[in-house]
Nanobody, 115 residues
Framework: QVQLVESGGGLVQPGGSLRLSCVAS????????MGWYRQAPGKQRELVAA???????NYADSVKGRFTISRDNAKNTVYLQMNSLKPDDTAVYYC?????????WGEGTQVTVSS
């Protein structure tokens, strides 16, 4: 059974940093494209950052220059380093793993940016 388990969320002040982790219990993790999405109250889920199986990355315009996605295939883990956090970054952050005929989600971790 595939499981994606996120961790690292919490309460942080504006300007602060957090690092999210997602550990995937998944066969051949390295073949999956991985992504971080977020959903704020009353809003649709949106892509924050993604990294392909080849290591190519892309980011939402709102987080470019502040967030960095990375992966460690030896640990079946994808990370999201979030710096210079803003109140607008407050949301539940979800990990996603996908490839052809496969699309998996974690249960999410809450990130709250507030003074």
């Amino acid at each position: 059974q595939v499981q994606l388990v996120e961790s690292g969320g919490g309460l942080v002040q504006p300007g602060g940093s957090l690092r999210l982790s997602c550990v995937a219990s998944i066969n051949i993790f390295s073949t999956y494209n991985m992504g971080w999405y977020r959903q704020a109250p009353g809003k649709q889920r949106e892509l924050v950052a993604a990294i392909t199986s080849d290591g190519n990355t892309n980011y939402a315009d709102s987080v470019k220059g502040r967030f960095t996605i990375s992966r460690d295939n030896a640990k079946n883990t994808v990370y999201l380093q979030m710096n210079s956090l803003k109140p607008d970054d407050t949301a539940v952050y979800y990990c996603n793993a996908r490839k052809i005929f496969a699309n998996y989600w974690g249960e999410g971790t809450q990130v709250t940016v507030s003074s």
